[in-house]
């Protein structure tokens, strides 16, 4: 007969829950029983009930929201159903919602989180003490095998969060241990296949969870839990196995009330228990420390669902960063030249976070369900996509004028994301800001869009290609292959771009932007495990120290790099196009490895609350701000206002914001949450019935005015009306002017005739045309709206070949952009050293002209043949004689384009070239 010694303690501290051991000398094992006193966990000696309690799955009445970020720790979970805290029920697989997933814009899940219920049976008045019996085999002897019981699908562990903790941030704390990887094996792949889909578990029916269920009273013997004994499980590690066991206070008698029902924690779920004796002895002093051979064991790593990806919290702060520096090149002019790039820091964030999800998806069960993916974008993109389109058509149809202007080719094509391709074949330009168009950064979002319709499908068409390798070598493959077409684009970018043309064409293409995204898929497919079992979706694979080495040294050098490019790299320039854009886009893909790796100063910066505010709304924020910025100067700066461009930026920006804000709280995160059948239910259902009506009154309103403004969309602005009606009435006037050269007038004192004059310029001397003529009977005028050096080279180079060009040519452009390097010496040397060349100083408040009107100031005084016509100075004087958009003039103000061109050509025949000529903008 086996005699039981027990020895315990009852000192207790207030931060200190005491622990009692006993040790049980038997003939085959060392039985050592801890347990916890609920006197000291508890006020009053009892765990508090249900009531007081909280319901286990909703927390508490007065809980208070919990952002579900990197800091919540795996044992955070909900003891019912293995959900984190802000985890929510499974939707209908048509339409669940997917919270885990890091979408390219950023997203901020804030959902109340589950509280940890106490641990234990039933209670009575007396405090109740938590035993564990560790069992540890005598050398001596050996015990018998137990069978362990099968375990079925409802029985085997889940993973218990969509997400993970971040790993440490710096070498103050340790990196989450890399995952093993379950995929370089063949082996390892069935283990995979053979594991269950991981999600939120069913009603738990482990023989623990059975164990754990009190059974009623008996009248005539009341217990406080029964249930069969079942042997022990084996500890994982090889120690002893673990049972909890309940023990009775002494001098207590039992609780006749049945205990409820009180779910375990995941990490003892699976653990069978036993009812323990009884016992009245008083509780003896704590033995000394137990050999390692019986420690408890520790809880095993969290492991990520299959399928999903952990929250970088830095990637948010990263968006944040690429948001705002659109914003500011769009709204502030020049402050920020490189602010376009973004757009291509976007581009890297949604080929790195799709390709993981896919990375995840395949691994988990060597599938890729394309209908679910696709859904869950639409469901991403489409709501808040569709909301901008509809409201900005209202306002604008409302506004009316030019912001109106072809409202339904622009409507349409952003629709169905295939924006970027309207606008190359109606050869718009990004970077010329003389016609608005409220949808023109919708190129960007089609762009993305056909990116998630094409990569998905090569994804899936690459791992069939490689379907007898391990999962690792076929995502390598990729890798090559996602590789070798980013290199393509590039090429294909710097090969169709043209120094003396417009680079839009090359900067809308998704086959020559398409680098960006498959920069980003690249460095996911290194750095994704496809492990169902991985503690973490982008293990580190380096050792510690050179991992830490890198994030204190390349991390930064990346960030500041991509930082300084956002500063000097213009839009426009050869570079940019020939290299620029690429090595933006790499240092992009550092910075988000450094992100997710949580190692350096970046990601602490990037963690910063402001700019992951910005980052969980840059989507919204991207959408807004062009149209809003495109209204706010429709209405502050007009024609002949003073309205400073920084006044109108920042009413924009503050707008923007706003509706951002609204946006993302009432359009974004209602349907990624809850899908497009979850949010009409939730409407339906709503007890304020005046909400749903309000809803389905804005959106009835909203849709009639966009209806309405699209169907009376005018096809051109004004200023473009106009300048098609110059260009007629240039026609009439050319024949005229043609029939005069065969009778020659003789001309003004100090000017040539104007049979000697040839004059190729742009929109602006197309508006001047008839003054021109009026003034020099004769000329030849060649006028062409949205020209550039470039097309009159062409023309020069036409009238050259015919021996047309006479002996005083006027060259009038810069309003559509300055000459590339080079080209104004090509034109001359065309020219030839006799002719007598006036160049035309451009005005304008438009990006782009300044530059053009210092570069033929500084040019003139290089060459002998060369002069000035004080347009600039002229126009600024009086800016009441110009257009709508304070660049063409009309009325009165085409005579004094005629004047300025007059006064350059009367130091073409003196040969005395006036210094003074200058430009105040």
């Not at 009053?44 to 309690?53: F, L, S």
């Not at 050869?574 to 992100?595: D, E, K, W």
Request: proline share 12%; hydrophobic share 40%.
């Amino acid at each position: 007969m086996t005699t039981l010694d027990v020895d315990s303690s009852s000192q207790s501290t207030q931060n200190d829950t005491p622990t009692k051991e006993m040790r049980v000398p038997t003939g085959l094992a060392m039985v050592v029983l801890d347990y916890t006193d609920d006197a000291a966990r508890f006020p009053g000696g009892k765990p508090p009930d249900d009531a007081e309690r909280g319901s286990a799955t909703d927390g508490p009445p007065d809980a208070e929201p919990r952002e579900e970020t990197a800091e919540t720790t795996s044992a955070e979970t909900n003891p019912r159903d293995g959900r984190g805290p802000g985890d929510q029920a499974p939707p209908s697989p048509d339409d669940a919602a997917d919270p885990a997933e890091q979408q390219p814009h950023g997203l901020g899940d804030d959902q109340p989180g589950a509280e940890d219920a106490p641990l234990g049976g039933g209670h009575s008045d007396a405090p109740t003490r938590q035993f564990r019996v560790l069992v540890a085999p005598e050398p001596t002897g050996r015990p018998e095998p137990v069978e362990e019981p099968a375990q079925t699908a409802q029985q085997r562990p889940v993973a218990n969060t969509e997400e993970t903790p971040d790993p440490p941030e710096s070498a103050e704390a340790p990196e989450a241990p890399a995952a093993p990887d379950t995929t370089e094996s063949a082996d390892a792949e069935a283990v995979a296949e053979e594991s269950p889909p991981a999600g939120p578990s069913a009603p738990d029916e482990s023989p623990a969870a059975e164990q754990s269920r009190p059974e009623p009273p008996q009248p005539e013997q009341p217990q406080p839990e029964q249930s069969r004994p079942k042997p022990p499980r084996p500890d994982p590690r090889g120690t002893a196995p673990t049972v909890p066991v309940t023990r009775q206070a002494p001098g207590r008698a039992p609780d006749p009330r049945p205990a409820p029902k009180r779910p375990a924690p995941a990490a003892q779920r699976a653990r069978p228990t036993a009812p323990p004796p009884h016992s009245s002895r008083p509780a003896p002093a704590r033995p000394p420390a137990r050999p390692a051979a019986t420690a408890a064991p520790e809880p095993a790593a969290t492991t990520l669902k299959p399928g999903r990806i952990r929250r970088a919290p830095a990637l948010d702060g990263l968006r944040g960063i690429a948001v705002l520096s659109v914003v500011v090149y769009h709204l502030f002019g020049t402050v920020l030249r490189g602010g376009y790039l973004g757009v291509d820091v976007f581009f890297v964030l949604s080929g790195f976070l799709i390709t993981s999800l896919l990375v995840r998806e395949f691994g988990a069960g060597g599938e890729i369900s394309l209908s679910h993916f696709w859904l869950r974008r639409v469901r991403r993109i489409v709501p808040a996509a569709v909301t901008v389109l509809v409201v900005s058509t209202a306002i604008a149809g409302l506004i009316g004028g030019d912001v109106a202007v072809q409202l339904w080719p622009q409507f349409t094509s952003s629709m169905f994301f295939v924006n970027n391709w309207v606008q190359i074949a109606q050869s718009q330009s990004y970077f010329a800001d003389t016609t608005p168009r409220i949808f023109m950064h919708y190129w960007s979002l089609a762009i993305e869009e056909q990116f998630y319709v094409v990569w998905p499908l090569l994804f899936v068409a690459l791992m069939w290609l490689r379907r007898r390798r391990p999962v690792r070598r076929r995502l390598l493959f990729a890798a090559v292959a996602a590789t070798v077409l980013a290199f393509a684009s590039v090429a294909l970018m710097a090969w169709l771009y043209q120094p003396d043309a417009d680079p839009s064409r090359v900067y809308f293409g998704s086959e020559t932007h398409a680098f960006g995204l498959l920069s980003g898929v690249v460095l996911a497919l290194l750095v994704t495990s496809p492990a169902s079992n991985a503690t973490d979706s982008w293990p580190r694979k380096l050792p510690r120290r050179t991992a830490q080495i890198i994030g204190w040294t390349l991390g930064p050098l990346a960030f500041a790099g991509l930082i300084a490019l956002m500063f000097v790299l213009p839009d426009t320039a050869p570079i940019t196009y020939r290299g620029g854009l690429f090595a933006a886009c790499v240092l992009a893909a550092a910075v988000v490895y450094n992100a997710v790796r949580v190692t350096g100063p970046v990601p602490r910066l990037l963690r910063l609350p402001a700019l992951r505010w910005l980052g969980e709304r840059s989507f919204s924020l991207y959408l807004w701000h062009w149209p809003v910025m495109v209204f706010v100067k429709h209405w502050l700066m007009g024609p002949h206002s003073e309205t400073p461009l920084w006044v109108a930026g920042t009413i924009a920006a503050v707008i923007s914001l706003v509706a951002s804000e609204l946006s993302y709280r009432w359009i974004e995160t209602p349907f990624r949450r809850l899908g497009f059948r979850g949010v009409l239910t939730a409407l339906g259902s709503n007890a304020h019935r005046a909400r749903p009506a309000v809803v389905a009154v804005v959106t009835t309103v909203a849709v009639l005015l966009a209806g309405s403004a699209l169907g009376t969309s005018p096809a051109k602005s004004q200023l473009e009306l106009q300048l098609d009606h110059l260009a007629e009435q240039q026609k009439e006037a050319q024949r005229q002017a043609d029939e005069q050269a065969k009778h020659p007038q003789p001309p003004a004192t100090g000017l040539p005739a104007g049979t000697d004059v040839t004059a190729v310029g742009d929109s602006v001397m197309l508006a001047a045309s008839a003054s021109l003529r009026k003034k020099f009977p004769g000329i030849y005028i060649d006028a062409e709206v949205s020209r550039h050096y470039t097309g009159g080279e062409v023309v020069l180079q036409d009238l050259a070949s015919s021996d047309k060009i006479r002996d005083y040519v006027v060259l009038g452009f810069g309003t559509n952009g300055q000459a590339f390097p080079g080209q104004l010496d090509r034109i001359l040397r065309m020219l030839g050293p006799d002719r007598k060349v006036v160049l035309v100083v451009p005005y304008g408040p438009v990006e782009g002209i300044p530059q053009a009107a210092r570069q033929v100031i500084a040019y003139a005084p290089t060459r002998k043949n060369v002069f000035l016509a004080p347009w600039c100075s002229a126009a600024a004087a009086h800016p009441d004689l110009l257009g709508p958009d304070d660049v063409h003039p009309f009325g009165a103000g085409t005579d004094l384009y005629t004047g300025a061109v007059a006064q350059g050509l009367e130091q073409a025949v003196s040969g005395e070239r006036d210094t003074s000529i200058g430009c105040p903008l």
